[in-house]
């Protein structure tokens, strides 16, 4: 079921990218030098916004919550939890590897130049898939014996607020979240950019072809990357690992943010998407496992299992941390004066309309025998040395004919701007994450204190004991008046209790609606 949901999820970045050639030839046959956006492109960025809103809604709402909560409930042993987001993320990225042989043998044998095309039969193919996976899920996969249904009219239920609050009150879960966010944009502006920072940076033609290359190293550097990851983990504990590896990925992607893109057209260029497969490795198994060791952390403080509204939570921050990772380059870059398609009208898997141009830009024109992107680029020299003048001429109407493609080229500005969103911030994000992640308090030790608590507690109904402070912890009592107090902060309480008592408040929650609603407009 893994494979097949993150085989039906195409890079945002892929599809924007595909978008905007089509764009470009939307209006039929463009005269030379037109690179000005076409009628139909508000068409075309209106369907891509409804199509990129029903993902989100349908895919992490409405299948990613209750699919990553059922992984938190299938076990409660420490070890087997890494062993089992082992298994999760090796389908998850299986789904990956799929997708990326799809897109080669497709893009090779049948939509050879027609980067819509690909796009559109992979989305057709995947999505059935997609479908039958979920219909199987729900046929073969059953809930632990001792899950719990709360309806509204449950009078144990607790409201959604005082909920949330508690997970925030969890310290386990902040320090989660803090290494968490950065993870997740060091994992997520790599493979999103990736396209981009070879078409724009390396300067390839074929960035199609390369991209799917690099995906395919990457998937499978991620599949050896668990082999050794589960054992590291049980060896060295889930946090020291993490950190470790977070620190190593953080100084090998700065390294490549100071390698100029020119060096990575060789050997370099498929050595790059091995360090990137080894950090989503690392980023997606280890913090799912530690996820499950804070649950159960969680109803040793509250007596109630919460997978559901962990995974809700942290898929909401995962959508907020995506949106802007996968939309702020793309703004900052078209400030820089970025120009879609370099500029120009046709080229770089959008095909020209004359069978003997590869590209058709605004100051360049590249002349071949075909549209193939190995074609040579002709040059009128002949095959016996020409005088200087005529050379010159030659060159003057055809070009230099190993150029690189006009289509691939971008403002200096616009390349710093892709590489620093594709090496450099990630680099930054994975440094900052190892610091929370070596922080991390529940090892197997711990953990395996919090499973007696639960037990002791089950048998005998007592108070248990904080595995963390070694402190008693009574389960929360769920009256209205703590009910409403949870609600809040303690700064926020101390302040209504200094000031104007439930005015305070009301100010409060007025400013903090206020806010909600314009970071939401924004």
């Known amino acids: 079921v893994e494979r097949a949901i993150d085989a039906g999820t195409l890079p945002a970045s892929g599809v924007a990218a595909v978008v905007g050639g089509a764009a470009a030839a939307a209006d039929g046959v463009p ?10 492109s508000a068409g075309l960025a209106l369907y891509f916004g409804a199509m990129y809103f029903l993902y989100y ?46 897109g080669l043998a497709l893009g090779s044998l049948v939509f050879a130049g027609d980067n819509l095309g690909l796009v559109a039969s992979q989305a057709v193919l995947f999505g059935g898939l997609l479908v039958v996976s979920l219909l199987a899920l729900l046929w073969v996969v059953v809930e632990r014996d001792d899950a719990k249904v709360v309806t509204k009219d449950d009078a144990s239920a607790v409201p959604l607020i005082p909920s949330v609050m508690r997970c ?30 070879l078409r724009y940076c390396v300067r390839l033609e074929d960035y199609m072809s390369m991209y799917f290359v690099s995906m395919g190293i990457a998937l499978l550097s991620i599949f050896v990357s668990i082999a050794f990851t589960v054992p590291a983990t049980k060896k060295y504990g889930k946090s020291t690992t993490l950190a470790f590896l977070c620190t190593l990925e953080g100084c090998a992607f700065l390294l490549g943010f100071f390698v100029p893109p020119s060096y990575v057209r060789g050997p370099a260029l498929y050595a ?16 799912a496992a530690m996820l499950a060791d804070v649950v159960d952390y969680d109803e040793l403080r509250t007596g109630e299992r919460s997978e559901g509204l962990y995974t809700v939570v942290e898929t909401n921050v995962q959508q907020f941390v995506e949106i802007v990772g996968g939309v702020l380059p793309g703004i900052i870059a078209s400030a820089a004066g970025y120009r879609n398609q370099g500029g120009c009208s046709c080229g770089c898997g959008v095909a020209c309309p004359l069978p003997y141009e590869r590209w058709r830009c605004d100051a360049d024109i590249g002349y071949a025998c075909s549209q193939d992107y190995g074609a040579p680029l002709l040059a009128d020299i002949g095959p016996e040395p020409a005088s200087a003048s005529d050379r010159m001429r030659a060159l003057g109407f055809f070009g230099q004919p190993g150029r690189l493609a006009a289509c691939t080229a971008q403002p200096e500005g616009v390349q710093w701007i892709f590489r620093f969103f594709f090496v450099g911030l990630p680099a930054l994000f994975f440094l900052v994450a190892a610091i929370p992640a070596a922080a991390a308090p529940i090892n197997e030790k711990v953990h395996a204190a919090i499973l007696k608590e639960l037990k002791r507690r089950a048998l005998d109904g007592g108070a ?11 389960l929360p009592g769920n009256s209205a008046a ?13 302040a209504a209790a200094n000031r104007r008592g ?9 400013r903090r609606l206020a806010a909600s609603i314009g970071a939401l407009l924004v």
Do not use: W
């Not at 992984?71 to 409660?76: R, V």
């Not at 439930?502 to 007025?510: A, D, I, K, Q, Y």
């Open 502 to 510: 439930v005015h305070t408040l009301r100010s409060l929650v007025g």
């Open 482 to 494: 703590e009910l409403f107090e949870e609600h809040f902060t303690a700064a926020e309480l101390d």
């Open 272 to 287: 790059m998407p091995v360090v990137l497969g080894v950090g989503m490795a690392a980023g997606f198994l280890i913090p």
């Open 168 to 197: 925030l009150r969890n310290r386990p879960y902040r320090l989660y979240l803090a290494t968490k966010i950065p993870l997740a944009l060091a994992a997520l502006l790599p493979s999103n950019l990736l396209l981009d920072y």
């Open 57 to 102: 809604f349908l895919g992490p709402t409405c299948t990613y919550i209750p699919y990553e909560a059922l992984g938190l409930e299938l076990t409660s042993d420490y070890h087997e939890k890494t062993r089992l987001f082992g298994v999760k993320v090796a389908g998850m990225f299986g789904g990956y590897l799929l997708q990326t042989a799809a």
């Open 464 to 474: 248990a004991t904080d595995p963390l402070s070694g402190a008693p912890l009574p």
């Open 31 to 40: 005269s030379v030098g037109a690179s000005d956006a076409p009628s139909g």
